[in-house]
């Protein structure tokens, strides 16, 4: 559905994208993560069609949308961080306008309209006017009126900013009810919303897609490993034969348990291993109680500080050597 190959973006020396190459299949809530000024809402501007590349190709549904603006136009649906909502105007009347500006035939523009309301939840305030709605009201809004023309794809720029936490988890369900029919690539520095919602992640950091995986997936390939946490009742000498039989772990480490008379302990296992069954294997042929046991996968927000973090220390280490070499290393340029 969305291919995009080699992109870059430069402003004067400063490289806003930085060769990122990527693809997103039909049918995926893909979750789009960066720090400020990562270049993230330049990759939303260039897929939208509002701002070119300097470099590289982006094609929607097959056709390049340098050659087919019009056409790829009609395909995205696209709600920016501020959604540009004429407060002046009823929901209505603004929904209407819209369905005017993306050319929606006008036989069915109020079929249209009467089911994306419904489908948003603002079927009920439908005449008032936008300037007297809730921040949560004006986001659905905006989510309504990228919807109008039935786009493919729809891009999603913070959706949930500055909503209370009911707001966020209606917001939340929509998002996820759309992804049913169409593509979504959803932007936000609410991490756990993100990992409620997609499935697979891209983390561009400096201009640079440094991730694009399955979170799982990213935490293995941090770690090394999986890692387990349990709780035993037992000692730690019966903790330790029972997995002298679990050949699979790399590494053991015995923690203090917050429970008296119990052993907590930290299995990891060797890459892309899932020791939990033979965990249990192990302790019930010994007789010993498992009681409890549960992943220590990183969160979201761990494998995004941790991607995000090494890339900058990288950097910072590539420029000192450089300086230590005697090189200029110009402002801006160090992307």
Known sequence: MIEVANLVRRYGRHTAV????????????????GPNGAGKSTTMNILTGYLSSTEGTVKIDGQNILEYPKEIKRKIGY??????????????????????????PIKEKDEEMRRIMVTTGID???KRLIKNLSKGYKQRVGLAQAMIGDPKILILDEPTAGLDPKQILEIR??????????TVILSSHILPEVSAVCRRVLIINKGKLVADDKPENLAKHILGGSRILLRMDASEAAVSKALGRVSAISKLE??????????????????????????????????IPILMMRSLDLSLEDIFLNLTTKEDEELGAS????????EAVQPGEAN
Do not use: C, W
């Open 18 to 33: 930085d060769n990122a190459t990527f693809r997103i299949e039909k049918g995926e809530i893909v979750g789009f993560l």
């Open 79 to 104: 709600l920016p961080e501020n959604p540009p909502l004429y407060q002046d105007m009823t929901v209505g009347e603004f929904l209407s306008f819209i369905g005017e500006i993306k050319k929606v």
């Open 124 to 126: 009920d305030v439908s």
């Open 173 to 182: 369900d929509l998002i996820i009810e759309l992804g049913k029919d169409h």
């Open 254 to 287: 015995f923690r203090e348990s917050t429970e008296p008379g119990t052993v907590e302990i930290i299995a990891e296992a060797e890459t892309d291993k899932d020791i939990r069954r033979d965990l249990f294997r192990a302790f019930a042929a010994a007789d």
């Open 319 to 326: 420029t000192q050597k450089a300086e230590a070499a005697g």
